[in-house]
């Protein structure tokens, strides 16, 4: 691709990302849907004043429950992410094999959070075509699994096996966190590698800085939660945080965090670093890095020059949009007060 095309695609993907943007739910939309009574007036809501109509035209609201209207606005949220990668992937860019690889790692994790039931057997038929299409699991045979050496096996043709067989053969002591740990680590090593392979300079820098960022929140969040629940897991074990390669924190800052006394005490190291002046004071855990890690997008999405950061920055703020319109409706279904539900949602502008 000479330079000029890919400008031009460049320039393409750039204004495709934004213009999608001016979808996304406003502060209003959040404070209208929070004052819905039931599931189907939430659903009716979303229908008549949100870009998700599109996805409830053929649903009826009458007949409409809590699971069947989260399947379809979430299988509307990944359709959009896939329409973005397509495109990407048509403009000659190299992204998207990375979030086909996200998909994998986030389908591997549900599947482990849920062995030995049969919950997750609808989960694949909301995932795009685009995901499926470039994925190398066998998702039926990971539904089956009910032991972690099950999940191990329906895993053994894929570039997955290695980070998972260690939790079968003794190595390591089997978690969902752990694995999680072990996953994330490969993904964000993927992307490392993929961005140093395919971009130059400051576009480069950029792309490499998100990619720190999200693996750094997943370690953030990690390490608190073991911390608050299970602070003597074996996952705190710093072998664990160093494999992965990609963070913007030093292994002094990551050691410093494994051996603080508590999830507080973590944050305030992170507050020494760059993502100081993102990280709230106040929150529960999850509210802070979904705060921090929203504020960042946002900032990125205005300003940033790299089409690709600008892509990946409107990902996080869909994934973000998708959590709070989760939340208000499982606060509908449990009838909690308007102001209770919005307390816990990351709003748009609060990136500033």
Known sequence: MNSRIASLSSNALLAKARAMYADVLTRENYTELSACHTVSEAASYLKAHTAYGEALTELSAAKLHRARLEAALRQYMLGKMADLFAF?????????????????VDYILLCADYLDTDSIGEYMLITPTFFRQNSEIDAPALERALSAG???EALRHTRYWPLVEPFT????????QALENSLYGYLYAQAEKTVRANFKGAQREDLLNIFRMRADVKMLESICRLKSYY????????????RAQ???????????????????DVLQI??????GK???????????????????????LRFSTCPQVVLLSFVGILENEMYNITHIIEGIRYKLPPEEMLQYLILPGDAH
């Open 231 to 242: 602070p003597h897991h074996d996952a705190l074990r710093p072998e664990q945080f160093f």
């Open 88 to 104: 990407e992937k048509a403009l000659g860019q190299e992204l998207n094999g990375i979030f086909a690889m996200r998909s994998d």
């Open 169 to 176: 053969n003794g190595q390591t002591p089997f978690s969902v």
């Open 270 to 275: 992170a507050r020494k670093t760059r993502y």
């Open 150 to 152: 099950e999940l191990c």
């Open 246 to 264: 990609l963070s913007s924190f030093s292994q002094r800052e990551i050691l410093e965090m494994l051996q603080s006394d508590t999830a507080e």
């Open 278 to 300: 993102y990280l709230p004071q106040d929150g529960v855990i999850e509210w802070k890095m979904r705060t921090m890690e929203l504020r960042i997008n946002e900032r990125n």
